[in-house]
């Protein structure tokens, strides 16, 4: 809060991030997600144990969106977020989008504190992009814990389902 007190135009300069796990069931994450009601409907939501998903990134700001990036391989089969596969998404996808945002000065980066995010690789990754304005979990602005997640941004991307095996709309995967 105090660089927004500081710095009128910190928001404009903040890209928010998050990626979110899409169950193509229609399964729905309750840790990401409340639904607010005056009484207790007393409905049993019964899913599969194993059901298909697919990982999807994402990051918003004021001047626009960068992503949908999906986390699959060339099969489509999506794959787990490691470091590795974090710094690859970074490099290869963000970076670029990043240039297409040429007016963002000493732009501020947010991600949430997932061991992918904030391990050294990918903090190294992350600060080549942004230097000294991230705020994470070991990032110039700790994230707070237990602070929730971001699902706009995920949403913001639009083109996030997936129909049988049509998606719609564009996004990068893993090769």
Known sequence: M???N????FL???WMSDEAHFH???YVNKQNYRYWADSNPKEVHERPLHSSKVTVWGAASSHGVIGPYFFENEERITMTVTSNRYVEMLQSFVAPALNSFPQLHEAWFQQDGATS???RQSMAAVRELFGNRVISRFGDIPW???SPNCPFVIFSCGATLRIGSTRLGQGHRMN
């Open 24 to 26: 193509l069931t229609g």
């Open 12 to 14: 404009d300069k903040l």
């Open 6 to 9: 500081e710095d009128n135009e």
């Open 144 to 146: 707070p814990p237990r």
């Open 2 to 4: 105090t660089n927004i």
């Open 117 to 119: 995010h904030t391990a």
